[in-house]
Nanobody, 127 residues
Framework: QVQLVESGGGLVQAGGSLRLSCVAS????????AGWFRQVPGKERDEFVA?????????VYGDSVKGRFTISRDNAKNTVYLQMNSLKPEDTAVYYC???????????????????WGQGTQVTVSS
């Protein structure tokens, strides 16, 4: 059973940057792909942001964040990162880290693939 804990959220002005971290425990993290999703009030937790495979050499991004966000991982630290640059007010959301079962080895953009979820971290971008 993998546990995920996000951190790094906060309040930032438009155009600013934040880096989110997701620390995994309870499993061999190198066996798991990972992804980030976000949720705005009144909507489902299903807006795909970014995903990375377990080796870190394959990534995919949602259209709304391409060119601004970067996902990466440090398996030695059991951590996945989301570097967010050029933030916009519409990026305001709760950001969740997630991992699918270990037999899913690629990058996945759909919420149902993901079995393990963190508690979320709030990102607020002011205009």
């Amino acid at each position: 059973q993998v546990q995920l804990v996000e951190s790094g959220g906060g309040l930032v002005q438009a155009g600013g940057s934040l880096r989110l971290s997701c620390v995994a425990s309870g499993g061999t993290f190198t066996l798991y792909s990972a992804g980030w999703f976000r949720q705005v009030p009144g909507k489902e937790r299903d807006e795909f942001v970014a995903a990375i495979n377990r080796g870190g050499d394959s990534t995919v991004y949602g259209d709304s964040v391409k060119g601004r966000f970067t996902i990466s991982r440090d398996n030695a630290k059991n951590t996945v990162y989301l570097q967010m640059n050029s933030l916009k007010p519409e990026d305001t959301a709760v950001y969740y880290c997630a991992a699918p079962e270990s037999f899913y080895t690629g990058t996945y953009t759909n919420n149902p693939y993901y079995r393990y979820w963190g508690q979320g971290t709030q990102v607020t971008v002011s205009s």
